[in-house]
């Protein structure tokens, strides 16, 4: 089992940046291929990002690219969301999620979920 914590949400102007964090535990992180997913109010939870466990490879959303990065740090068991340029868009919960597949773009690739964290972005 994967226990997913995430932290770091708020409430930001466009334009802003935050830092989403997710802790994991249980299961040997570094064994694990971690990705964002996001649920905007009355929208289906959508693919954001994902980063093997080798940090080899990595996928975005487009409505992100160039925007947000994922980043993780095997030595302390998390990954992390840096998302910059916020626009009100990406107003949405953000969900940490983890994998033992390699580069997985789809919630039903995912086992394991966190709770989510509100990132909320007014224009």
């Known amino acids: 089992q994967v226990q997913l914590v995430e932290s770091g949400g708020g409430s930001v102007q466009a334009g802003d940046s935050l830092r989403l964090s997710c802790a994991a535990s249980g299961r040997t992180f570094n064994t694990l291929s971690m990705g964002w997913f996001r649920r905007a109010p009355g929208k289906e939870r959508e693919f954001v990002a994902t980063?093997?466990?080798?940090?080899?490879?990595?996928r975005y959303a487009d409505s992100v690219k160039g925007r947000f990065t994922i980043s993780r740090d095997n030595a302390k068991n998390t990954v992390y969301l840096q998302m910059n340029s916020l626009k009100p868009e990406d107003t949405a919960v953000y969900y940490c999620?983890?994998?033992?597949?390699?580069?997985?773009?789809?919630?039903?690739?995912?086992?394991?979920w966190g709770q989510g964290t509100q990132v909320t972005v007014s224009s």
């Open positions: 999620a983890a994998t033992g597949i390699a580069v997985a773009t789809t919630e039903n690739t995912y086992p394991y």
């Open positions: 980063l093997s466990w080798n940090r080899i490879a990595t």
